[in-house]
């Protein structure tokens, strides 16, 4: 099936949105075409927020540098309160945002994984029992987990400088991970760990 004959979610998403090459976009980072392949939730938020994208931009809004992730965040994370999502859609409402049609169209992965292997015809290799490829997944993973906390924490701390309830001048939000090895007391950065396949006393 060709990309304009696709009447899957996904096509419907493209051609309603105007979504340019994001067909070919899904198609490298899931089979790894340059980098490392992302995984079908990371493909569907990466779909989403295109979407999101596509919209804020057609009202003539310019966002700025991470600000469509942080809508997209408070519009679909299970920790953001439903007052906040609800100020979120009212302010995307009142600049024009066809805020329900956006969240209707957006997919999951099971929808990403059905568009990229029944609609495009794209199949992957597993990885399931190559170990370079678990250990940058999970790698992957807790990045995504230490992004998300540092961007919880940095609101949360806004939130209550700008209500005057902490004082605080500018800040950054720095999370790591350390490992601490109990067989040779080393400390590795999890990341680092994972890439060099383990600690060096079991070499």
């Given at each position: 099936?060709?990309?304009?004959?696709?009447?899957?979610?996904?096509?419907?998403?493209?051609?309603?949105f105007?979504?340019?090459?994001?067909?070919?976009?899904?198609?490298?980072?899931?089979?790894?075409?340059?980098?490392?392949?992302?995984?079908?939730?990371?493909?569907?938020?990466?779909?989403?927020?295109?979407?999101?994208?596509?919209?804020?931009?057609?009202?003539?809004?310019?966002?700025?540098?991470?600000?469509?992730?942080?809508?997209?965040?408070?519009?679909?994370?299970?920790?953001?309160?439903?007052?906040?999502?609800?100020?979120?859609?009212?302010?995307?409402?009142?600049?024009?945002?066809?805020?329900?049609?956006?969240?209707?169209?957006?997919?999951?992965?099971?929808?990403?994984?059905?568009?990229?292997?029944?609609?495009?015809?794209?199949?992957?290799?597993?990885?399931?029992?190559?170990?370079?490829?678990?250990?940058?997944?999970?790698?992957?993973?807790?990045?995504?987990?230490?992004?998300?906390?540092?961007?919880?924490t940095?609101?949360?701390?806004?939130?209550?400088?700008?209500?005057?309830?902490?004082?605080?001048?500018?800040?950054?939000?720095?999370?790591?991970?350390?490992?601490?090895?109990?067989?040779?007391?080393?400390?590795?950065?999890?990341?680092a760990?994972?890439?060099?396949?383990?600690?060096?006393?079991?070499?």
């Amino acid at each position: 099936m060709s990309e304009t004959d696709c009447q899957c979610k996904v096509g419907r998403g493209v051609e309603a949105f105007g979504l340019d090459g994001v067909h070919d976009d899904l198609t490298r980072r899931w089979c790894g075409d340059g980098r490392e392949r992302q995984s079908l939730r990371e493909l569907a938020n990466y779909f989403n927020r295109r979407l999101l994208r596509s919209a804020v931009e057609s009202v003539d809004e310019a966002p700025l540098s991470g600000e469509v992730s942080n809508l997209y965040r408070l519009l679909t994370a299970d920790d953001v309160s439903s007052g906040v999502r609800t100020q979120t859609r009212r302010r995307l409402e009142s600049a024009g945002v066809p805020v329900e049609d956006v969240e209707s169209a957006f997919v999951s992965h099971q929808t990403v994984h059905t568009h990229l292997t029944e609609c495009l015809g794209v199949s992957r290799e597993s990885a399931e029992d190559d170990p370079d490829a678990r250990r940058r997944a999970d790698r992957d993973r807790i990045r995504a987990l230490q992004s998300r906390t540092e961007v919880v924490t940095t609101d949360a701390l806004e939130r209550l400088r700008d209500s005057d309830a902490l004082a605080l001048a500018e800040f950054d939000v720095l999370v790591d991970v350390t490992v601490l090895c109990d067989e040779c007391g080393r400390q590795h950065d999890v990341g680092a760990l994972l890439d060099q396949g383990g600690c060096d006393c079991r070499e």
